[in-house]
């Protein structure tokens, strides 16, 4: 069983950016593509970016295109998103997702593993 932990998130100021963590224990995913989501208190959890196996294909949500990068060493289980222009509409908890494929999804139920997420709080 793998287990994902997340970090690096926190409060920021709207325009600032945060770079979060995702490390991998246990069973490895190196082969399985990664993804973020986030959700906020009583929403549903929404698909932010995800990445393959190898690093490539990265596809990101509408909302997170141009201002947020995932990224991933190859057949690394360290996933990354980067984050940036910042807005307060971003606060939310992010949690990162093992696929159960090679590639990344934009669903849910794609996902076999999840961390425990890491709040964002961007302030105006």
């Known amino acids: 069983q793998a287990q994902l932990v997340e970090s690096g998130g926190g409060l920021v100021q709207s325009g600032g950016s945060l770079k979060l963590s995702c490390a991998a224990s246990g069973r490895t995913l190196s082969n399985n593509g990664m993804g973020w989501f986030r959700q906020a208190p009583g929403k549903e959890r929404e698909f932010v970016a995800a990445?393959?196996?190898?690093?490539?294909?990265?596809v990101y949500a509408e909302s997170a295109k141009g201002r947020f990068t995932i990224s991933r060493q190859y057949a690394q289980t360290t996933v990354y998103l980067e984050m940036s222009n910042l807005v307060p509409e971003d606060s939310d908890s992010y949690y990162c997702a093992g696929a159960r494929r090679a590639f990344g999804s934009s669903r849910a139920s794609d996902y076999t593993t999840w961390g425990q997420g890491t709040q964002v709080t961007v302030f105006s």
């Open positions: 990445i393959a196996w190898n690093g490539g294909s990265p």
